[in-house]
């Protein structure tokens, strides 16, 4: 007989246990194995599972199956049958599935920062252009995001924070994933392209490559991909600007310079804390292999965001009060970096994290609500145009635009060599 002690068994288990001796009853006990087969179980009075009270048995100690019993191969097919749970894939189930792959609040803030870019570019507001750029850099980032996942599985799968997407737990096979990658980029893509213009598609398909293709693999290789996944996320609001106005100025590479330098506190605070699973995991990170260069980088690129701020008004980006209504903001920053670089704990590394996710929206609020110009519609636009024009007519006299034509007329009809020559009278009335 084999004997099974020790072991504690859920209800569903008990179940699960007796169907499986019904099928071994119909199939063995008829042949010449029966003679040498002994099968522990628990008998049923031992098992007497009550919903209402939730009594349930928590050890087995010894079942004996006799397998001369033939009555058990007369109950019904529906106690034969072994139920086993299979995985959801419903609408809902599947909707969840693929916000896991787009790691749904990750778009959601590189599409806020696009929008935000839209919304400081100084052009008037069009809301074909302004959809479609949204759609367009969201289907981008998701299928980006599902690419990344897609060759992180054996990695993330080593890693707390990680372990549980949807990939590595295998909700989605690995196909799924590329393809709806695959179907996310392809859409993103056109309608930025069709929809917008080509520098936008431009900057959102240089984007995803740098995402998938150089920021993922350098990851697992040197510490300067905290350098180039600031890029990847300074881009998008570039392409909000440029799917304004068509071009690229000085104000859009401010945003870019914000977004840069705002990375670096937010990531390093972030990735502090992790450092045992990215050591696990065989990640290169700063906060890893060089955890001063992550204390100092942090500090350094706080004061790059203070400074940026101040350069916006001289930019015509912003009117002067943004400098001095962000003031207060970036020197607590500033002052968060500075604890976490003197004292580098979980405490401290900590607090900056959670301050970085205030002061980026803070930061933005305050550049919307401080912007130098805008333009509601187009008609706005034409109508500040006109109205500079007008002032130009009101300012120049009539007599002196007649005397520009007269003297305009004169040097046409009569060569230069000859002008000495000309009649007074005609010099005379062109002067007056």
């Keep these: 007989m084999i004997r099974l002690t020790g072991l504690k068994i859920l ?29 522990s179980t628990l008998s049923d009075s031992q098992h007497k599972y009550d919903p209402l009270t939730n009594n349930a048995p928590t050890a087995i100690k010894e079942v004996r199956l006799p397998l001369t019993e033939t009555s058990q191969s007369k109950k ?128 959102g398909l240089s984007n995803f490559i740098l995402y998938t293709s150089i920021y993922t693999p350098m990851k697992r290789t040197s510490i300067l991909n905290t350098w180039v996944g600031s890029v990847v996320g300074a881009i998008p609001p570039l392409m909000g600007w440029a799917a304004c106005t068509g071009t690229l100025d000085s104000g859009a590479w401010i945003l870019a310079g914000l977004l840069y330098a705002w990375q670096f506190p937010h990531f390093n605070a972030l990735s502090w804390n992790l ?41 015509d980006l912003t009117n002067n009060w943004f400098a001095l209504e962000t003031l207060p903001l970036n020197i607590y920053f500033i002052y968060l970096a500075y604890k976490f670089y003197q004292k580098s704990d979980s405490g401290t590394s900590r607090k900056l994290f959670r301050f970085s ?22 008609e706005s636009k034409l109508s500040s145009t006109d109205d500079t024009t007008q002032i130009d007519k009101v300012a120049i006299p009539e007599s002196f635009k007649l005397a520009e034509k007269k003297d305009t007329l004169l040097q046409v009809l009569v060569p230069p060599n000859r002008q000495h020559i000309v009649p007074a009278a005609i010099t005379t009335n062109s002067e007056t």
Excluded at 33 to 39: C, E, H, I, Y
Excluded at 87 to 111: A, C, E
Excluded at 114 to 140: E, K, N
Excluded at 358 to 375: D, I, R
């Design 11 to 39: 209800p569903h288990e008990v179940a699960v246990i007796r169907s499986c001796k019904n099928i071994l009853f119909k199939n063995i006990s008829r042949g010449p194995l029966s003679q040498f087969l002994r099968m």
């Design 76 to 203: 019904s097919t529906e106690e034969d049958t072994i139920c086993v749970q299979t995985p959801n894939n419903d609408l809902r189930s599947l909707i969840s599935h693929y916000k896991g792959l787009s790691k749904f609040r990750l778009t959601s803030l590189v599409v806020l920062t696009a929008v935000g870019g839209y919304a400081m570019a100084p052009m008037p507001f069009d809301i074909t252009s302004f959809l479609l750029c949204t759609l367009g850099t969201g289907l981008l980032s998701a299928g980006a995001n599902s690419i990344n996942q897609y060759h992180e599985v054996p990695f993330d799968a080593q890693m707390a924070r990680t372990k549980h997407r949807v990939l590595v737990t295998g909700k989605v096979t690995r196909l799924h994933a590329v393809g709806f990658a695959i179907t996310c980029a392809s859409m993103g893509l056109s309608m930025l392209y069709f929809g917008v213009n080509g520098l936008t598609a431009a900057l």
């Design 275 to 315: 450092r045992p699973d990215y050591k696990r995991a065989g990640y290169r990170m700063m906060a890893v292999s060089h955890p001063g260069l992550c204390r100092r980088t942090a500090l350094r690129y706080t004061f790059v965001i203070a400074g940026l701020s101040m350069v916006a008004p001289l930019c």
């Design 357 to 378: 996710l205030v002061h980026l929206p803070a930061l933005m609020l305050l550049l919307l609500f401080n912007k130098k110009e805008w333009f509601i519609s187009k």
